[in-house]
């Protein structure tokens, strides 16, 4: 019962909380409170707009994730900055966010990689209109919260107001979907090609092109870790201004 209430009230929520948010510096700078792995002085800051129900960031996750962490959060050159979106599926998003937030703080980066690591378990018990609530109770346990932890968790209105705060503030970063990214202040997005027949990123708005070649967004590591690398350091100053 807990879930079925839960996403009634996030079903109004979500519906109201698109107002843009109060900013301050430039939304690429780390702030206060953002979760964070990784070198604080590195010489690269990405940041990351997901959803842990969106099957792009999934992706994502599955097949660039695992690069950037050994090749460049290990080596000490890259600060690594999540911040959450309600798409995909907004309502499942919401109640992995919640989790997350009430797990311990040196667990909330397990929690997102659990979560993703069984999103498509999530989705079908959801689609057959079964309750996925055993599959977030086991990701919760397994983060160290117990089943009434949990219940107490989503029940709480602080909460709940956080996340959907969260997810406010990324509309108003101008993050658009998901996953979107800011490296080194630079603007990562993926956007349809004019003709729709593909997606291809840009670059504050604009498509990139390497060697005279759009760009696609096919989460291809070894084209990735090509951008990170042109963001940080060829593109201009490295600070994206």
Request: glycine share 6%; net charge negative.
């Amino acid at each position: 019962m807990m879930f079925k209430r839960l996403f009634c009230v996030l079903g109004l929520t979500a519906a109201i909380a698109v107002s843009a948010a109060a900013q301050e510096a430039h939304p690429g700078e780390e702030r206060p409170g953002d979760r964070a792995v990784g070198n604080p002085d590195a010489a690269i800051r990405m940041i990351e707009y997901a959803s842990v129900a969106c099957p792009h960031c999934r992706s994502w996750y599955e097949q660039i994730w695992p690069m950037v962490q050994d090749e460049f959060i290990a080596t000490g050159e890259l600060r690594f900055i999540y911040r959450e979106m309600l798409t995909g599926q907004p309502q499942l998003a919401a109640i992995g966010f919640m989790i997350a937030d009430c797990a311990p703080d040196d667990q909330y980066f397990n929690a997102l990689h659990l979560l993703f690591e069984t999103q498509q378990e999530i989705f079908a018990l959801a689609q057959s209109q079964q309750s996925p609530a055993p599959v977030y109770y086991r990701v919760a346990e397994a983060l160290g919260l117990s089943s009434d932890e949990v219940d107490a968790c989503l029940a709480d209105t602080e909460v709940q107001e956080r996340m959907m705060a969260r997810h406010t503030q990324s509309v108003a970063d101008g993050a658009g979907g998901t996953p979107a990214f800011f490296i080194n202040n630079y603007l990562l997005t993926t956007d349809p090609t004019p003709d729709g027949l593909a997606y291809v990123y840009h670059v504050d708005g604009e498509p990139l092109e390497f060697d005279g070649e759009l760009v696609p967004s096919n989460h291809d590591a070894d084209m990735f870790r090509r951008i990170i690398l042109y963001l940080a350091y060829e593109r201009g100053e490295s600070t994206g201004e």
